[in-house]
């Protein structure tokens, strides 16, 4: 500041204004404390309307996307308990991360030397061509915070913008007392965070470790403040799946041929996917090596393999060693320790046995495939496989949005099957919940679930839905009851549906039957009795076929060494062997009848149709049986054999010979 220039204003003094008295001498520092305590009092009561940074008129920004070049029109920002004027300007920004675009204030003293307006113009005075008050001047400049053009108090942010994208908070004129009161109206009344329009998240691709989102353009509302976004705005989350870790996971190897060749192969699935690495594939290894008979007798050989599970043989040229005789398996050697026979010394000799080992393979998302023939030798059919593998975890993220319009991805908690998606944030505005399965060709499942604002147009629709449902659902209960209450309370009438046998007089013998809601004639039915064919059983006309055979047998063995035959019983057959007779407590017709229906007009036609209901089962041991005549024949006897007594139930029956 000047040295002749006097301000000693303190708010804090609580000074309210200026008392000027008649007789003292006027100072040049009251005049200054005047201004400052005037300034003071405007500020106080725009600060209570308006914030630093709130647009008054214009500001608008267009940005290109290709080059970064922003376009700021003209206008008029509340700063410092003052509107102050803009004029257009050119920016060049960073398409990626956050850019805050503002306005840098900064202020110059001016005097006479450099503005000689400030001189005294009044002619013929005493102080013509004086010099008088000098003159504090602003400068308003459209910047970024980086620019750092000046001390960092004297930056005032306006817009923000998010990788190429701006961020709406709320249109001009902002008034920020109006706005809170409309903030805090809109939380009691609506809950204050909802999506207006728009705001659809979309999964795009995978670039390097990022994944790739598309947020629809739209406005929503977050603690009651608007933020919107005029276009489709992208957002790149880390590609970071939670890996799972799997040891020795057991599989049993059972190869199949493969086709087009003689070579064999199986396909190991894992248990759980998409898999990330496959570390170790410990597997059982069968192959034969020559050894060379060491020198020393009763000594030891080494095989050539590790870890190795059992000799199968030891064979030189028409001689076979066995174990526990000729050897023995000691510590992945062959000790010829024992009394029995061994290769002459310096003579070789052939070994068949199985190791364990790793083997490489080439794994996919949801496991490999083993060949049978390893470059060690051939997999042991039914062998155990161990597998160690690393895979990638299921996981549900949530995407919300704050009030200052940051898209964040709240990362969930992963689990191998059912993960349960993260809780909201306070002051967020839930977007969508992704459901991350991290395979390679498939996207990531978006699930919007922001809720969403509904005009008053379609929740009149609404309305009238429902109150259609209202009435079609009152309807459907009258004809419900309608069906099933007595008839006689219906408006004092007697009426009988046809529904049921309900409504006849169980006392007086029916003679029409009710069936399908219609009153018909009877129809009477017999039971008809099939005869029993001479046969066992009664078929139609077939072939035998072999459904399982034994072409092939292992041994042999006399199925009746000691010639001991059991007496093959007697055949008795019944005529008839099954009694069935019908009980009938009741006389409607109603069960018999299905349907009967004669002509009309000119022409005649009558149809039958016999069908069968079943309402309700019962089976219950009958008390008593009718009684009958049953015809028996027994047949089947040998020579020489009499027939000592027939009996029937316990009651014995005379039998004539045929």
């Known amino acids: 500041m000047l040295q002749d220039y006097y301000h000693n204003y303190d708010k804090a003094n609580g000074y309210e204004r200026l008392l000027f008295r008649s007789g003292r001498g006027l100072q040049s520092r009251e005049l200054n404390d005047l201004q400052s305590q005037v300034q003071n009092q405007v500020k106080d009561i725009a600060d209570v309307l308006l914030k630093d940074g709130d647009l008054v008129s214009g500001g608008d920004v267009v940005i290109d996307t290709q080059s970064g070049e922003t376009q700021l029109s003209a206008a008029q920002v509340y700063l410092d308990g003052h509107i102050r004027s803009l004029p257009a300007a050119t920016l060049t920004i960073a398409l990626q991360g956050s850019v ?23 002619v013929n005075a005493l102080n013509y061509d004086e010099p008088g008050a000098a003159r504090l001047k602003q400068h308003c400049q459209w910047g970024q915070r980086d620019d750092a053009l000046a001390e960092e108090n004297a930056f005032y942010p306006v817009h923000r913008i998010e990788d190429g994208v701006l961020i709406i908070k709320q249109p001009p004129p902002q008034l920020d007392a109006v706005t809170q009161a409309l903030a805090r109206y809109d939380r009691e009344a609506n809950g204050g965070s909802y999506v207006v329009e728009g705001m659809a998240l979309s999964y795009r691709d995978r670039e390097a470790d990022q994944q790739v989102f598309s947020l629809q353009e739209g406005k929503a509302h977050i603690q009651g403040y608007e933020v919107a976004f005029d276009t489709a705005r992208s957002a790149a989350f880390d590609w970071d799946p939670d890996i799972g870790t799997v040891r020795e996971e057991p599989k049993a190897f059972i190869s ?12 190991v699935d894992l248990d759980f996917f998409p898999v990330k690495t496959v570390e170790e594939v410990n597997v059982s290894i069968e192959k034969s090596a020559t050894l060379t008979r060491a020198q020393l007798a009763g000594g030891e050989d080494l095989l050539p393999d590790e870890s190795v599970l059992e000799i199968l043989s030891v064979t030189q040229g028409e001689t076979t060693f066995v174990a526990g005789v000729d050897f023995l398996f000691l510590r992945n050697h062959i000790s010829w320790q024992l009394s029995g026979a061994e290769p002459a010394p310096g003579s070789q000799f052939e070994v068949r046995y199985r190791f364990r080992t790793q083997v490489v393979v080439e794994p996919d998302e949801f496991g490999f495939t083993l060949q049978k023939q390893q470059p060690q030798g051939e997999l042991v059919e039914n062998a155990l496989i161990t597998v160690d593998y690393q895979w990638y975890r299921p996981r549900i993220d949530l995407v919300v949005l704050d009030r200052f319009g940051q898209l964040k991805r ?85 009426v009988d549906p046809f529904i049921d046998d309900d409504m006849r007089d169980a006392g007086i013998e029916q003679t029409a039957a009710i069936v399908d809601g219609e009153l018909i004639l009877p129809l009477s039915a017999d039971i008809v009795e099939l005869p029993l064919p001479t046969g066992n059983v009664l078929t139609l006309p077939y072939e035998l076929e072999d459904v399982l055979a034994q072409t092939k047998q292992t041994g042999s063995m006399k199925v009746n060494p000691y010639q001991a035959v059991e007496p093959i019983p007697a055949t008795v057959r019944l005529s ?15 069960p018999i009848t299905r349907r009967f229906d004669i002509g009309r007009g000119l022409r005649r036609l009558t149809r039958t149709r016999t069908s069968t209901q079943v309402l309700r089962r019962t089976t219950r041991q009958a008390q008593f049986m ?12 040998g020579p020489q054999e009499t027939l000592d007594r027939v009996t029937f139930d316990g009651i014995r029956v005379q039998a004539q010979e045929a």
Do not use: C
Not at 256 to 267: K, L
Not at 424 to 433: D, F, I, R, S, T
Not at 446 to 453: F, G, T
């Open 256 to 267: 199949v041929p493969a086709s087009g060749d003689d070579t064999r192969s199986m396909r």
């Open 576 to 590: 008839p062997s099954v009694d069935h007779w019908t009980q009938t407590s009741r006389s409607w017709t109603s």
């Open 626 to 637: 009718r009684s009958r005549w049953v015809n028996f024949t027994i047949s089947g006897f």
């Open 410 to 494: 709240i990362k969930g908690q992963p689990a191998h099957q059912l993960p349960v998606a993260p809780k909201v944030p306070a002051n967020h505005l839930p977007l969508a919940q992704v459901s991350q399965s991290w395979f390679a060709e498939q996207a990531p499942e978006i699930e919007n679930l922001a809720v969403r604002a509904v005009s008053m147009s379609e929740l009149e629709q609404m309305q009238s839905q429902i109150s259609d449902l209202y009435q079609l659902l009152a309807i459907e209960r009258l004809r419900n009851d309608a069906n099933s209450e007595e008839s006689s309370s219906k408006f004092g009438v007697f």
């Open 100 to 122: 805050d675009i503002g306005v840098w204030l900064t202020h110059s003293v001016v005097t006479e030397v450099e503005d000689p307006t400030l001189r005294d113009p009044a």
